[in-house]
């Protein structure tokens, strides 16, 4: 089975983001929750570089690790999804989270969050697939149809992949070869253990 | 040709080997950039901005803030904390403080009451006080196993009850935690109030603690004098006033989540938090021991607020004299004569 990652190489995003428009539009996704940002850093600096970033799908998850309900599963492709049905909102996901990845509706009394939302890398939930319930609560389920996720998939640079985590590498690897430099694959390191060495 | 066909099985393996030269050496050699110009030279690095600053920040369009930290390492700190050291001090806190309980209760028994009850009973805690006590005590039990329930929850009871009836059962948890809180809270700041100045330390508190309060002494002989408390009640009062204190103002932190801190403060929060809150239920399981089982007439003072005189004589001696010595001249002089 294919080991599911992102990569965004920020040699080449330019901040237009689409990615986090396209990913709130295919999931429905509510006000208030970004499963994908863009941030900027330095920005307006010389060397500015700007990095698109959402659940990264880590080996051995933090997430999981702290979660007090045990609500997180890794799918055959290495995707990390939850269930909400199990999720308390208790927030630990968040504070354990190198990336900041997991969200939470609903600010209500006394730090009463919702049930927590992320990054599915479009791969729905536990529910059956591509069915209206699983929808509601996860968004669309592309991977279910053989389609990548669409954040990488409409990435107008093609700075954003997304994909088996040896294809998408050797795709970079090629790129920094042909084009001479690369700031290198970020997050890999904390995500993975293991940055990719041109 | 004929050299070309020579050379033509190997021509392949040939072109590999350049290949991977090329490709070994292009990086390095290509810094400079196909224009002479090396795009990257000052361009931010992962790696280095971690080192430097240990985690990376920048700027997001959208309004929420904390979604500017791209990397925060700390997580991992965080994580080795709450699922690693966490439960083991947790159960060794908690177990440990029952099995010496237990072994105490084999070996000293019951301490009872030396001489026969005085039939007079005297009044040790107001209505206000008791409140006080209840109010507190009753939150602090839901708090304690609403909390306990957020680190052994997962590893001792949903292998029981199953996944969803254990993510139900700590959805109200939490909801209970949350919510009783604002009880504990109001009950750590009037316990203060009205029990600090009896627990200012005093001269009979060293003498106390160096004969252990009597407690160990197997012969039941040893009540050595206190005032209205004695060390050892002076030293759960302060635990639970330090420790209460530290549970509110981290749990305060969490009650409304990034309000007063970043998620680096979250996580000090939330392990301060859950630290101090297995040590005070260790201290409490001891608090509840002494104040029901392990010592006769002790629940009592709590309960109905009144004990029996000869108690009040062996436990609290001095205090006892300083009660009588404030009501017994004012009996005789019962009914105030007005003045002309």
């Known amino acids: 089975m294919a080991r599911m990652k992102f990569l965004c190489d920020a040699d080449r995003c330019i901040e237009c983001n689409a990615c986090v428009t396209a990913c709130k539009n295919e999931h429905d996704v509510p006000w208030g929750i970004n499963r994908r940002r863009v941030v900027t850093i330095n920005d307006g600096k010389p060397g500015e570089r700007s990095v698109s970033m959402a659940c990264m799908h880590c080996t051995d998850a933090p997430c999981a690790a702290v979660c007090p309900v045990d609500c997180f599963y890794t799918t055959t492709d290495a995707v990390v999804l939850h269930s909400k049905d199990l999720c308390i909102g208790c927030g630990y996901c968040f504070y354990a989270c190198p990336f900041g990845a997991p969200q939470y509706p609903r600010t209500g009394n006394f730090g009463s969050r919702g049930k927590m939302d992320k990054c599915t890398f479009c791969a729905g939930g536990p529910e059956a697939d591509s069915t209206e319930v699983e929808y509601a609560k996860y968004g669309a389920n592309r991977l279910a149809e053989g389609k990548l996720p669409l954040c990488a998939e409409m990435c107008s640079t093609k700075s954003l992949l997304a994909g088996d985590g040896e294809i998408i590498a050797a795709i970079y690897k090629e790129r920094v070869t042909q084009r001479g430099y690369g700031s290198g694959a970020w997050g890999w390191q904390t995500a993975y253990q293991e940055p990719i060495t041109v | ?340």
């Open chain 2, 1 to 340: 040709m004929q050299v070309l066909k020579r050379f033509g099985p190997i021509g392949p393996a040939f072109a590999a080997i350049v290949l991977a030269f090329g490709l070994l050496v292009a990086p390095a050699a290509a810094q400079e950039g196909p224009s002479g110009s090396n795009p990257t030279a000052q361009s931010v690095n992962e790696q280095q901005l971690l080192q430097e600053l240990n985690k990376i920040q920048g700027r997001v369009t959208i309004p929420d803030a904390k979604a500017g930290t791209l990397e925060q390492p700390q997580g991992r700190g965080f994580r080795e904390y709450h699922e690693g050291a966490l439960p083991w001090i947790g159960g060794i806190a908690v177990l440990g403080m029952l099995l010496l309980l237990t072994l105490f209760y084999f070996v000293r028994g019951r301490i009872r009451l030396r001489s026969p009850e005085a039939g007079v009973k005297i009044l040790r805690f107001n209505a206000m006080e008791r409140l006080t006590h209840w109010i507190t005590a009753t939150a602090f039990i839901i708090l304690a196993i609403t909390g306990l329930n957020f680190v052994f929850g997962k590893r001792l009871l949903m292998p029981l009850i199953g996944p969803n009836a254990f993510s139900a059962w700590s959805q109200w948890s939490k909801y209970a935690h949350d919510f009783f809180s604002w009880a504990f809270m109001l009950g750590i700041v009037v316990m203060a109030i009205l029990w600090i100045w009896d627990n200012l330390p005093d001269r009979y508190d060293a003498h106390w603690l160096k004969v252990g309060g009597g407690m160990f002494d197997k012969t039941n002989r040893t009540h050595p004098p206190a005032t209205r408390f004695n060390a050892g009640q002076k030293l759960i009062f302060w635990s639970v006033i330090i420790g209460g204190i530290a549970l509110s103002v981290s749990g305060i932190f969490m009650l409304f989540p990034f309000s007063y801190a970043d998620v680096n403060g979250m996580q000090l929060a939330q392990t301060i938090h859950a630290t101090v809150g297995v040590l005070m239920v260790a201290v409490i399981i001891a608090h509840i021991y002494i104040g029901t089982l392990g010592m006769e007439g002790a629940y009592e003072a709590m309960g109905s607020g009144t004990v029996d005189l000869n108690w009040a004589k062996e436990h609290h001696s001095v205090w006892v004299e300083k009660q009588e010595a404030r009501t017994e001249p004012s009996q005789p002089s019962a009914p105030p004569t007005p003045a002309e």
